[in-house]
Protein backbone atom coordinates (compact mmCIF):
# COMPACT_ATOMS: atom_id res chain seq x y z
CA UNK A 1 0.00 0.00 0.00
CA UNK A 2 2.81 2.55 0.81
CA UNK A 3 4.22 2.28 -2.48
CA UNK A 4 0.83 2.98 -4.26
CA UNK A 5 0.54 5.82 -1.66
CA UNK A 6 3.88 7.17 -2.92
CA UNK A 7 2.67 6.54 -6.64
CA UNK A 8 -0.52 8.13 -5.91
CA UNK A 9 0.46 11.29 -4.26
CA UNK A 10 2.98 11.82 -7.19
CA UNK A 11 0.86 11.20 -9.88
CA UNK A 12 -1.49 13.91 -7.82
CA UNK A 13 1.11 16.26 -7.89
CA UNK A 14 2.32 16.38 -11.26
CA UNK A 15 -1.59 16.25 -12.75
CA UNK A 16 -2.31 19.52 -10.54
CA UNK A 17 0.95 21.02 -10.74
CA UNK A 18 3.33 22.21 -8.07
CA UNK A 19 1.18 25.35 -6.86
CA UNK A 20 -1.98 24.07 -7.01
CA UNK A 21 -0.37 21.14 -4.91
CA UNK A 22 1.15 23.41 -2.45
CA UNK A 23 -1.64 25.05 -1.91
CA UNK A 24 -4.87 22.75 -2.00
CA UNK A 25 -3.56 19.20 -1.54
CA UNK A 26 -0.61 19.62 0.98
CA UNK A 27 -2.32 21.06 3.65
CA UNK A 28 -4.85 17.94 3.63
CA UNK A 29 -4.86 14.81 6.29
CA UNK A 30 -5.12 11.77 4.21
CA UNK A 31 -6.34 8.89 6.23
CA UNK A 32 -6.74 5.47 4.23
CA UNK A 33 -9.11 2.99 6.39
CA UNK A 34 -11.77 0.10 5.45
CA UNK A 35 -11.82 1.15 1.77
CA UNK A 36 -12.40 4.40 2.68
CA UNK A 37 -10.06 7.35 1.65
CA UNK A 38 -10.53 10.47 4.58
CA UNK A 39 -9.39 13.57 3.62
CA UNK A 40 -9.85 16.53 6.07
CA UNK A 41 -9.17 20.09 4.85
CA UNK A 42 -8.13 23.21 7.01
CA UNK A 43 -11.33 25.13 6.34
CA UNK A 44 -14.93 25.16 5.04
CA UNK A 45 -13.77 27.45 2.29
CA UNK A 46 -10.91 24.68 1.49
CA UNK A 47 -13.10 21.92 1.35
CA UNK A 48 -15.62 23.89 -0.87
CA UNK A 49 -12.56 24.46 -3.45
CA UNK A 50 -11.31 21.65 -3.35
CA UNK A 51 -14.83 19.65 -3.93
CA UNK A 52 -15.50 22.07 -7.12
CA UNK A 53 -12.18 22.18 -8.69
CA UNK A 54 -10.03 19.44 -7.57
CA UNK A 55 -11.91 16.36 -6.48
CA UNK A 56 -12.60 14.77 -10.07
CA UNK A 57 -8.61 14.60 -10.67
CA UNK A 58 -8.14 12.97 -7.10
CA UNK A 59 -10.35 10.74 -8.16
CA UNK A 60 -9.24 10.09 -10.99
CA UNK A 61 -5.80 9.12 -9.35
CA UNK A 62 -6.66 7.33 -6.72
CA UNK A 63 -8.53 5.13 -9.36
CA UNK A 64 -5.34 4.44 -10.81
CA UNK A 65 -3.17 4.11 -8.81
CA UNK A 66 -5.28 1.49 -5.94
CA UNK A 67 -6.11 -2.12 -7.79
CA UNK A 68 -9.57 -1.66 -5.30
CA UNK A 69 -10.09 1.56 -6.70
CA UNK A 70 -13.14 1.18 -7.98
CA UNK A 71 -14.59 -0.59 -5.11
CA UNK A 72 -13.10 2.88 -2.52
CA UNK A 73 -14.94 5.25 -1.25
CA UNK A 74 -13.89 8.96 -0.99
CA UNK A 75 -14.47 11.25 1.60
CA UNK A 76 -14.08 14.95 2.19
CA UNK A 77 -14.54 16.72 4.76
CA UNK A 78 -13.80 19.90 7.45
CA UNK A 79 -10.83 18.90 9.90
CA UNK A 80 -12.40 20.77 12.60
CA UNK A 81 -15.39 19.10 11.78
CA UNK A 82 -14.79 15.79 11.80
CA UNK A 83 -19.01 14.88 12.65
CA UNK A 84 -19.90 15.75 9.33
CA UNK A 85 -17.95 12.59 7.49
CA UNK A 86 -21.21 11.33 9.00
CA UNK A 87 -23.28 12.59 6.45
CA UNK A 88 -21.77 12.95 3.06
CA UNK A 89 -23.73 15.14 0.09
CA UNK A 90 -22.85 16.60 -3.19
CA UNK A 91 -20.05 18.17 -3.98
CA UNK A 92 -20.15 21.55 -3.47
CA UNK A 93 -22.31 21.99 -0.65
CA UNK A 94 -20.15 23.89 2.10
CA UNK A 95 -22.20 22.89 4.65
CA UNK A 96 -21.27 18.88 4.60
CA UNK A 97 -18.68 16.56 3.75
CA UNK A 98 -18.08 15.93 0.26
CA UNK A 99 -18.48 11.68 -0.76
CA UNK A 100 -18.17 9.78 -3.93
CA UNK A 101 -17.44 6.34 -4.79
CA UNK A 102 -14.48 6.22 -6.99
CA UNK A 103 -16.11 4.50 -9.70
CA UNK A 104 -14.19 1.91 -12.09
CA UNK A 105 -12.01 2.51 -14.38
CA UNK A 106 -11.75 2.30 -18.55
CA UNK A 107 -11.13 -0.84 -19.75
CA UNK A 108 -8.55 0.52 -22.26
CA UNK A 109 -6.34 2.41 -19.83
CA UNK A 110 -4.26 -0.33 -18.04
CA UNK A 111 -1.92 1.35 -16.66
CA UNK A 112 -1.52 5.07 -14.77
CA UNK A 113 -4.08 7.73 -15.50
CA UNK A 114 -5.10 10.06 -18.39
CA UNK A 115 -6.18 14.08 -17.48
CA UNK A 116 -9.47 14.16 -19.64
CA UNK A 117 -9.56 17.96 -20.01
CA UNK A 118 -6.14 17.43 -22.26
CA UNK A 119 -7.53 17.20 -24.96
CA UNK A 120 -6.48 18.27 -28.49
CA UNK A 121 -9.22 20.87 -28.93
CA UNK A 122 -7.73 22.77 -26.00
CA UNK A 123 -4.32 22.36 -27.02
CA UNK A 124 -3.47 26.15 -28.18
CA UNK A 125 -1.24 25.84 -31.57
CA UNK A 126 0.97 28.14 -32.42
CA UNK A 127 4.44 29.00 -34.40
CA UNK A 128 6.01 27.39 -30.88
CA UNK A 129 4.35 23.84 -31.11
CA UNK A 130 2.77 23.28 -34.52
CA UNK A 131 5.13 20.79 -35.19
CA UNK A 132 4.67 18.59 -32.19
CA UNK A 133 0.80 19.23 -32.22
CA UNK A 134 0.87 18.01 -35.75
CA UNK A 135 2.78 14.68 -34.98
CA UNK A 136 1.03 14.03 -32.10
CA UNK A 137 -2.46 13.83 -33.60
CA UNK A 138 -0.08 11.99 -36.50
CA UNK A 139 0.19 9.97 -33.74
CA UNK A 140 -2.94 9.57 -31.96
CA UNK A 141 -4.70 8.70 -35.97
CA UNK A 142 -2.18 5.48 -36.56
CA UNK A 143 -0.26 4.65 -33.44
CA UNK A 144 2.65 2.31 -34.44
CA UNK A 145 2.36 3.01 -37.79
CA UNK A 146 4.84 6.45 -37.90
CA UNK A 147 7.01 8.57 -35.58
CA UNK A 148 7.78 5.35 -33.59
CA UNK A 149 9.00 6.36 -30.65
CA UNK A 150 7.56 10.28 -30.72
CA UNK A 151 10.13 12.04 -28.47
CA UNK A 152 8.33 15.35 -27.23
CA UNK A 153 11.15 18.07 -25.71
CA UNK A 154 10.65 21.07 -24.33
CA UNK A 155 11.12 23.47 -21.35
CA UNK A 156 9.06 23.06 -18.35
CA UNK A 157 4.66 24.01 -18.64
CA UNK A 158 5.42 24.87 -22.13
CA UNK A 159 2.50 21.60 -22.59
CA UNK A 160 4.19 18.39 -23.26
CA UNK A 161 1.84 16.75 -20.70
CA UNK A 162 -0.93 17.74 -22.54
CA UNK A 163 -0.29 16.49 -25.42
CA UNK A 164 0.79 12.97 -24.73
CA UNK A 165 -2.54 12.97 -22.70
CA UNK A 166 -4.67 14.38 -25.61
CA UNK A 167 -3.38 11.27 -27.73
CA UNK A 168 -4.59 8.62 -25.21
CA UNK A 169 -7.67 10.09 -24.57
CA UNK A 170 -7.81 10.44 -28.22
CA UNK A 171 -6.71 7.06 -28.93
CA UNK A 172 -9.60 5.81 -26.04
CA UNK A 173 -12.10 6.79 -28.15
CA UNK A 174 -11.63 4.10 -30.59
CA UNK A 175 -13.85 1.10 -30.39
CA UNK A 176 -10.57 -0.80 -31.11
CA UNK A 177 -10.15 -0.65 -27.24
CA UNK A 178 -6.97 -0.22 -27.34
CA UNK A 179 -4.35 -0.75 -23.89
CA UNK A 180 -2.66 2.46 -22.72
CA UNK A 181 -0.52 3.21 -20.33
CA UNK A 182 0.22 6.79 -19.42
CA UNK A 183 2.19 7.70 -16.33
CA UNK A 184 5.79 9.90 -15.47
CA UNK A 185 9.26 8.11 -15.21
CA UNK A 186 9.36 8.27 -11.82
CA UNK A 187 6.17 6.66 -11.35
CA UNK A 188 7.48 4.01 -13.50
CA UNK A 189 10.54 3.24 -11.27
CA UNK A 190 8.07 4.01 -8.52
CA UNK A 191 5.94 0.96 -9.89
CA UNK A 192 8.94 -1.36 -10.35
CA UNK A 193 10.73 -1.00 -6.96
CA UNK A 194 7.02 -2.15 -5.90
CA UNK A 195 7.30 -5.04 -7.94
CA UNK A 196 11.16 -6.07 -7.00
CA UNK A 197 10.07 -5.50 -3.23
CA UNK A 198 6.90 -7.88 -3.50
CA UNK A 199 8.59 -10.62 -5.69
CA UNK A 200 5.91 -9.81 -8.63
CA UNK A 201 8.20 -8.30 -11.78
CA UNK A 202 6.43 -11.15 -13.71
CA UNK A 203 3.31 -9.51 -13.63
CA UNK A 204 4.74 -6.14 -14.14
CA UNK A 205 6.52 -6.83 -17.03
CA UNK A 206 3.00 -8.28 -18.63
CA UNK A 207 1.31 -5.38 -17.34
CA UNK A 208 3.75 -2.81 -19.65
CA UNK A 209 4.86 -5.48 -22.48
CA UNK A 210 1.78 -5.66 -23.82
CA UNK A 211 0.43 -2.16 -24.04
CA UNK A 212 -0.91 -0.80 -27.44
CA UNK A 213 0.21 2.89 -26.26
CA UNK A 214 3.08 4.18 -23.97
CA UNK A 215 2.95 7.67 -22.87
CA UNK A 216 5.93 8.29 -20.66
CA UNK A 217 6.18 11.95 -18.98
CA UNK A 218 9.39 13.15 -17.92
CA UNK A 219 12.02 10.68 -19.85
CA UNK A 220 15.13 12.57 -18.16
CA UNK A 221 14.21 11.35 -14.44
CA UNK A 222 15.80 7.69 -15.57
CA UNK A 223 19.17 9.53 -15.92
CA UNK A 224 21.68 7.02 -13.83
CA UNK A 225 18.87 5.24 -12.59
CA UNK A 226 21.04 2.05 -13.72
CA UNK A 227 18.40 -0.85 -12.90
CA UNK A 228 14.87 1.04 -14.16
CA UNK A 229 16.63 1.61 -17.63
CA UNK A 230 17.68 -2.00 -18.09
CA UNK A 231 13.88 -2.77 -17.57
CA UNK A 232 12.66 0.22 -19.46
CA UNK A 233 15.11 -0.65 -22.35
CA UNK A 234 13.55 -4.29 -22.60
CA UNK A 235 9.47 -2.90 -22.03
CA UNK A 236 10.53 -0.37 -24.97
CA UNK A 237 12.28 -3.34 -27.69
CA UNK A 238 9.23 -5.18 -26.86
CA UNK A 239 6.68 -2.53 -27.43
CA UNK A 240 8.54 -1.45 -30.80
CA UNK A 241 8.99 -5.09 -32.19
CA UNK A 242 5.56 -5.71 -31.38
CA UNK A 243 5.35 -2.01 -33.45
CA UNK A 244 3.41 -0.62 -30.63
CA UNK A 245 3.58 3.10 -29.86
CA UNK A 246 5.96 4.75 -27.67
CA UNK A 247 5.81 8.50 -26.92
CA UNK A 248 8.29 10.14 -24.64
CA UNK A 249 8.60 13.69 -23.15
CA UNK A 250 11.43 15.76 -21.77
CA UNK A 251 13.44 18.59 -20.88
CA UNK A 252 16.31 17.98 -23.36
CA UNK A 253 16.74 16.47 -26.65
CA UNK A 254 18.16 12.66 -26.25
CA UNK A 255 21.62 13.96 -27.15
CA UNK A 256 21.61 16.06 -24.36
CA UNK A 257 20.46 13.76 -21.66
CA UNK A 258 22.94 13.11 -19.42
CA UNK A 259 23.16 9.62 -17.29
CA UNK A 260 21.13 8.31 -20.22
CA UNK A 261 22.57 4.51 -21.71
CA UNK A 262 24.18 5.24 -25.30
CA UNK A 263 21.33 2.17 -26.36
CA UNK A 264 18.08 4.17 -24.77
CA UNK A 265 19.35 7.54 -26.12
CA UNK A 266 19.91 5.59 -29.41
CA UNK A 267 15.90 4.16 -29.27
CA UNK A 268 14.89 7.88 -28.84
CA UNK A 269 16.53 9.28 -31.59
CA UNK A 270 15.57 6.33 -34.14
CA UNK A 271 11.70 8.00 -34.20
CA UNK A 272 10.73 11.34 -34.39
CA UNK A 273 12.04 14.15 -32.16
CA UNK A 274 9.68 17.30 -32.03
CA UNK A 275 10.41 20.12 -30.07
CA UNK A 276 7.67 22.47 -28.03
CA UNK A 277 8.90 26.18 -27.52
CA UNK A 278 7.85 29.06 -25.01
CA UNK A 279 4.44 30.30 -26.24
CA UNK A 280 4.43 33.74 -27.63
CA UNK A 281 2.68 36.33 -25.75
CA UNK A 282 -0.46 36.00 -27.86
CA UNK A 283 -0.50 32.32 -27.37
CA UNK A 284 -0.37 32.72 -23.76
CA UNK A 285 -3.21 35.21 -23.51
CA UNK A 286 -5.27 32.88 -25.58
CA UNK A 287 -4.07 30.00 -22.96
CA UNK A 288 -5.15 31.98 -20.21
CA UNK A 289 -8.64 32.98 -21.41
CA UNK A 290 -9.18 29.36 -22.28
CA UNK A 291 -8.52 28.29 -19.37
CA UNK A 292 -10.42 31.01 -17.70
CA UNK A 293 -13.63 30.33 -19.58
CA UNK A 294 -13.34 26.85 -18.15
CA UNK A 295 -13.73 27.90 -14.74
CA UNK A 296 -17.18 29.91 -15.54
CA UNK A 297 -15.19 33.28 -16.13
CA UNK A 298 -14.79 35.88 -19.11
CA UNK A 299 -11.53 37.81 -17.80
CA UNK A 300 -11.18 41.56 -19.77
CA UNK A 301 -8.65 41.43 -22.14
CA UNK A 302 -6.73 44.34 -19.79
CA UNK A 303 -6.64 41.49 -16.61
CA UNK A 304 -5.58 38.73 -19.21
CA UNK A 305 -2.57 40.71 -20.55
CA UNK A 306 -1.82 41.87 -16.80
CA UNK A 307 -1.47 38.54 -15.34
CA UNK A 308 0.47 37.09 -18.84
CA UNK A 309 2.87 40.10 -18.35
CA UNK A 310 3.95 39.11 -14.68
CA UNK A 311 3.91 35.11 -15.46
CA UNK A 312 6.98 33.56 -17.41
CA UNK A 313 6.84 31.03 -20.41
CA UNK A 314 5.50 28.60 -18.31
CA UNK A 315 1.46 27.10 -18.84
CA UNK A 316 1.69 26.06 -15.66
CA UNK A 317 3.14 29.14 -14.29
CA UNK A 318 -0.17 31.33 -15.76
CA UNK A 319 -2.43 28.55 -14.63
CA UNK A 320 -1.34 29.30 -11.04
CA UNK A 321 -1.57 32.90 -11.24
CA UNK A 322 -4.89 32.80 -12.97
CA UNK A 323 -6.12 30.40 -9.80
CA UNK A 324 -4.81 32.92 -7.34
CA UNK A 325 -6.96 35.67 -9.05
CA UNK A 326 -10.36 33.54 -9.77
CA UNK A 327 -9.49 31.66 -6.01
CA UNK A 328 -9.68 35.86 -5.03
CA UNK A 329 -12.49 36.26 -7.10
CA UNK A 330 -14.87 33.68 -5.93
CA UNK A 331 -14.17 34.05 -2.35
CA UNK A 332 -14.57 37.83 -2.11
CA UNK A 333 -16.85 38.45 -5.05
CA UNK A 334 -15.18 40.68 -6.58
CA UNK A 335 -14.71 41.86 -10.68
CA UNK A 336 -11.59 40.36 -11.81
CA UNK A 337 -9.32 44.14 -12.55
CA UNK A 338 -6.11 44.98 -13.34
CA UNK A 339 -5.70 46.65 -9.79
CA UNK A 340 -6.78 43.49 -8.63
CA UNK A 341 -3.71 41.37 -10.12
CA UNK A 342 -1.14 43.89 -9.57
CA UNK A 343 -2.61 43.45 -5.41
CA UNK A 344 -2.53 39.64 -5.97
CA UNK A 345 0.62 38.62 -7.88
CA UNK A 346 2.69 41.52 -7.07
CA UNK A 347 6.45 41.78 -7.89
CA UNK A 348 7.08 38.59 -6.94
CA UNK A 349 5.79 37.04 -10.11
CA UNK A 350 7.42 39.69 -12.57
CA UNK A 351 9.05 38.03 -15.09
CA UNK A 352 11.72 39.14 -18.30
CA UNK A 353 10.15 39.57 -21.56
CA UNK A 354 10.72 35.64 -23.00
CA UNK A 355 13.45 37.22 -25.63
CA UNK A 356 13.99 34.55 -28.79
CA UNK A 357 17.57 33.47 -29.31
CA UNK A 358 19.03 33.29 -33.06
CA UNK A 359 21.87 31.07 -34.01
CA UNK A 360 23.50 34.03 -35.27
CA UNK A 361 23.90 35.68 -31.99
CA UNK A 362 25.08 32.60 -30.84
CA UNK A 363 27.91 32.35 -33.43
CA UNK A 364 28.90 36.01 -32.98
CA UNK A 365 29.34 35.48 -28.99
CA UNK A 366 30.80 32.27 -29.32
CA UNK A 367 33.54 34.05 -31.78
CA UNK A 368 34.33 37.20 -30.02
CA UNK A 369 34.95 34.86 -27.21
CA UNK A 370 37.40 32.35 -28.57
CA UNK A 371 39.22 35.50 -30.66
CA UNK A 372 37.82 33.98 -34.31
CA UNK A 373 35.86 35.76 -37.28
CA UNK A 374 32.64 34.37 -37.63
CA UNK A 375 33.87 33.43 -41.39
CA UNK A 376 36.46 30.98 -39.18
CA UNK A 377 33.51 29.67 -37.20
CA UNK A 378 31.61 28.42 -39.51
CA UNK A 379 34.37 27.60 -42.25
CA UNK A 380 35.84 23.48 -43.10
CA UNK A 381 39.14 25.07 -41.12
CA UNK A 382 40.15 22.25 -38.78
CA UNK A 383 42.76 24.39 -36.40
CA UNK A 384 42.18 23.46 -32.73
CA UNK A 385 40.90 26.87 -31.88
CA UNK A 386 38.38 26.80 -34.93
CA UNK A 387 37.43 23.32 -34.69
CA UNK A 388 36.44 23.58 -30.85
CA UNK A 389 34.67 27.07 -30.90
CA UNK A 390 32.99 25.75 -33.60
CA UNK A 391 31.93 22.51 -31.38
CA UNK A 392 30.87 24.61 -28.70
CA UNK A 393 28.57 27.45 -30.40
CA UNK A 394 27.07 24.12 -32.44
CA UNK A 395 26.49 22.43 -28.26
CA UNK A 396 24.96 26.29 -27.67
CA UNK A 397 22.64 26.57 -30.76
CA UNK A 398 20.87 23.70 -29.03
CA UNK A 399 21.09 24.22 -25.86
CA UNK A 400 20.28 27.63 -25.85
CA UNK A 401 19.03 28.40 -28.79
CA UNK A 402 16.68 25.51 -28.82
CA UNK A 403 17.72 25.15 -32.57
CA UNK A 404 17.13 22.32 -34.91
CA UNK A 405 19.97 20.22 -36.05
CA UNK A 406 19.20 20.82 -39.68
CA UNK A 407 19.35 24.48 -38.77
CA UNK A 408 22.12 24.49 -37.20
CA UNK A 409 23.95 22.44 -40.02
CA UNK A 410 23.15 24.43 -42.44
CA UNK A 411 24.63 27.90 -40.22
CA UNK A 412 27.60 26.08 -40.34
CA UNK A 413 28.78 25.83 -44.00
CA UNK A 414 26.01 23.15 -44.56
CA UNK A 415 27.22 20.66 -42.89
CA UNK A 416 26.08 17.14 -42.60
CA UNK A 417 23.21 17.20 -39.49
CA UNK A 418 25.03 13.82 -38.04
CA UNK A 419 28.48 16.06 -37.61
CA UNK A 420 25.98 18.44 -35.43
CA UNK A 421 25.39 15.63 -33.34
CA UNK A 422 29.10 14.44 -32.89
CA UNK A 423 30.13 17.43 -31.69
CA UNK A 424 26.71 18.35 -29.08
CA UNK A 425 27.83 14.59 -27.95
CA UNK A 426 31.48 15.55 -27.51
CA UNK A 427 31.22 18.84 -25.89
CA UNK A 428 28.31 17.62 -23.34
CA UNK A 429 30.93 14.49 -22.43
CA UNK A 430 33.80 16.70 -22.14
CA UNK A 431 31.10 19.01 -19.95
CA UNK A 432 30.76 16.37 -17.34
CA UNK A 433 34.97 15.94 -16.81
CA UNK A 434 35.45 19.17 -16.97
CA UNK A 435 34.63 21.35 -14.37
CA UNK A 436 36.20 24.68 -16.05
CA UNK A 437 34.75 23.87 -19.75
CA UNK A 438 31.01 23.39 -17.52
CA UNK A 439 31.42 26.62 -15.64
CA UNK A 440 32.60 28.33 -19.11
CA UNK A 441 29.94 27.01 -21.15
CA UNK A 442 27.13 27.95 -17.93
CA UNK A 443 28.65 31.80 -18.15
CA UNK A 444 28.52 32.21 -21.84
CA UNK A 445 24.93 30.71 -22.05
CA UNK A 446 23.82 33.68 -19.54
CA UNK A 447 25.58 35.38 -21.34
CA UNK A 448 23.81 35.13 -24.79
CA UNK A 449 20.74 34.79 -23.00
CA UNK A 450 20.83 38.35 -20.97
CA UNK A 451 23.03 39.92 -24.94
CA UNK A 452 25.70 40.90 -22.83
CA UNK A 453 29.74 40.77 -23.54
CA UNK A 454 31.43 37.84 -23.22
CA UNK A 455 34.92 39.77 -22.53
CA UNK A 456 34.62 38.65 -18.93
CA UNK A 457 34.66 34.97 -19.74
CA UNK A 458 38.05 35.47 -21.52
CA UNK A 459 40.80 32.76 -20.72
CA UNK A 460 38.63 30.25 -19.11
CA UNK A 461 38.92 27.05 -20.67
CA UNK A 462 41.33 26.24 -23.73
CA UNK A 463 40.82 24.03 -26.40
CA UNK A 464 42.20 20.77 -25.70
CA UNK A 465 44.63 18.68 -27.70
CA UNK A 466 41.65 16.08 -28.55
CA UNK A 467 38.56 18.29 -29.07
Not at 38 to 50: D, G, K, L, M, Y
Not at 255 to 283: C, H, K, N
Amino acid sequence: MDGEWLAALSQLRETVGERNYATWIAPMQWTCKDGEIRVEAPSAFHRQWVGRHLLKTIEEVLRRSFPQGERMRLVLTIRSQPSTAASPSRVGDPNAATSTRVRGARSALKVGRLVEKYDFASFVVGPANQLAAAAAKTVAETPGRRFNPLFVWGGVGLGKTHLVNAIGNEVLKRPEGKRIGCLSAETFMNMMIHALRTDKMADFRERFRHLDLLLLDDVQFLAGKERTQEEFFHTFQALAEAQHQVVLTSDKPPSLLPGIEARLRSRFEGGLLVDVMPPTQEMRCEILQRKAHNRGHTLPDCVVRAIVQRCGPSVRELEGALNRVLAFVEMMGQKPTVDLVETLLGPEMAAEPVREIGIEEVQSETARYFGITLEQLVAHSRDRVSSFARQVAMYLCRSVASASLARIAAAFGGRDHTSVLYAIRTIEKRRQADADLARTLDCLANSITRGGSPNALKGQVQPSSNP
